[in-house]
């Protein structure tokens, strides 16, 4: 329209055309980006890069793009149900209507993986942004060299992408290793029993030409971190996502700021050693 200047908060109008119920409270949606101008905007994302999914009358919220970006024209989020948003999401079908904005944030290119051997560490829904990533690389397999692959849940019907874990499982030099907490196991389970960061330290992963991706709740990371620097890697050399509570996601509004650092616009990934080094950091 001329003259009226677009406002960087409307979302694109998508359509939801896809579902799967992951586990009893994940749920993984694909939507369509139904005009040009969504489709364009997401032709250059990048593993790692979030969206804002809104539903009319109950707001929006960020999540991690969870599909490749060779899959054009519609892009998948999972959603864990925790509050108003994410159950309104869950109540959505197969032809409903979804706002998206996106995408945004920065991606886990920021540090090569062509070339390297790649161990991807995940416990919980932090599995989602790995999980394009994953995809995004096992396209191109011959660019990579070994894979390993840790994911853990609380218990076995937690596990969310079973499928996929398995297909990957079945591909040449990629290791899944999956786990559950204590208590979590079925009897016909066949995985590892144990919390993430102690079935990582049960691995035995060379730092050398290697890069960790790292994602899950603050715990997994720090502890997971403390691992692999025990190991040898570098703190430059693992790769995390954080995920503070954000409002605009564009770095206006300062809700997700750590000192000058906008997590919606820096990140959301960073290298360990930005992690620790931000201020009051926990990690
Ligand atoms: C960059 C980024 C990527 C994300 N990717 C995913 C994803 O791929 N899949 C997914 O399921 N979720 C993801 N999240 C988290 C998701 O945005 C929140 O679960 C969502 O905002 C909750 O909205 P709600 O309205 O349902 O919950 P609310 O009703 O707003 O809150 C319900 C409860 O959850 C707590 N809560 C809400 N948001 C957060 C948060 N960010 N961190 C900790 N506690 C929170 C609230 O304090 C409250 O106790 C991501 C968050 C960020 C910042
Ligand atoms: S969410 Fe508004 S500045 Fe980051």
Redesign the pocket.
Known sequence: MDGVEESVYRPYNCRVIWMREETPD?TTFRVALDDHEAVDAFTSFKPGN?VLASVIG??E????I?SPPSQIGSIE?????????????HELGVGDRVGVRGPY?NDFLLREPRGKNLLFVAGG?GM??IRSLVQHVLEDRKSYGEITILYGARTVEDIPYKEEFKKWDRMDYVDIVLTVDPGGETPNWDGRIGYVPNTLSELSTSPTNCLAFVCGPQIVIKLSAEILSNWGFEDSDIVS??????KCGIGKCGR?NIGHIY??KH??VFTYEEIRRMPDSDY
């Open positions: 994940i979030f109950y707001g919220a960020p999540f991690a969870s989020i999972s959603v864990r149900r925790l509050g108003v948003l994410t159950q309104a999401l944030g829904i989602a942004p996502t954080l995920e503070n509570r954000m997700c997590v919606c990140g959301p």
